[in-house]
């Protein structure tokens, strides 16, 4: 199935830098999504965009929409510890047609962060 | 609890062998979906509910695959005859209103689904 193109797919960083992770899709979507996953459980919303060029912040996690609505990406800031895990990035078409929300999501981009 | 729980959290299946995995979503959810997930890779969309009705199944890979969710609220996937190419985790997800973008979706742990 369509998958969204995201880079890179891992990171190994020391504590206190910043990361940058970036989402590219063929298709145009409504909104874009990112999602932390942890082992042994499912994707939590870390941030939601709904339109083109928006840029939104939560605490140390900025993430902008893509003017051309086919991108995204998603800068955290002084990373810790806890910011380990799979980062995944998804688009959503949204109202309209036979899409009913459903999200397509990018591969993944595993985070590592050294004490 | 307040979330989406799924049972059993892990299933090992001898290859033909048919599985049926549960989904409770959030009391109230009008919108229910499922995605799989391999190893390595992101959750790809399988089929979606909204209450009773299953209005989205483009995403299920064979006729193997059957979602049910009879009364509106909790949900069954199942797999009949299962292949090894079926060992993912699978996903359930809910959102408070009907498919119409803009819902926060809210994930479930997973069954990871395991063929032998």
């Known amino acids: 199935g369509q998958q969204l193109n995201q880079s890179p797919q891992s990171m190994f960083i020391q504590e206190g830098e910043d990361v940058s992770m970036n989402c590219t899709s063929s298709s145009i979507f409504n909104t874009w999504l990112w999602y932390k996953q942890e082992p042994g459980e499912g994707p939590v919303l870390l941030i939601a965009l709904y339109k083109a060029g928006e840029l939104t912040s939560n605490g140390r996690l900025t993430a902008q929409f893509g003017i051309t609505r086919k991108d995204s990406f998603l800068n955290i800031s002084a990373s810790i510890p806890s910011d380990v895990g799979i980062y995944f990035c998804a688009g959503q078409t949204g109202a309209g047609g036979t899409s009913y929300g459903k999200l397509t999501f990018g591969q993944g981009t595993i985070l590592t962060v050294h004490p | 609890g307040a979330g989406v729980s799924q049972s059993p959290r892990y299933k090992v299946a001898k290859r033909g062998q048919d599985v049926a995995l549960r989904c409770d979503p959030i009391?109230?959810?009008?919108?229910l979906f499922w995605y799989q997930q391999a190893l390595g890779q992101g959750p790809e969309f399988l089929t979606y509910?909204?209450?009773?009705?299953?209005?989205?199944k483009s995403g299920l890979p064979s006729d193997r695959f059957f979602a049910e969710r009879p009364e509106g609220s909790v949900s069954t996937l199942k797999i009949q005859r299962t292949q090894q190419e079926d060992s993912a985790v699978y996903l359930c997800?809910?959102?408070?209103?009907?498919?119409?973008?803009?819902?926060?979706?809210?994930f479930g742990p997973g069954t990871r689904l395991t063929v032998l």
């Open positions: 997800a809910s959102s408070p209103f009907p498919g119409l973008g803009r819902d926060t979706q809210y």
């Open positions: 509910f909204q209450n009773e009705a299953q209005l989205d």
């Open positions: 009391s109230g959810h009008v919108s």
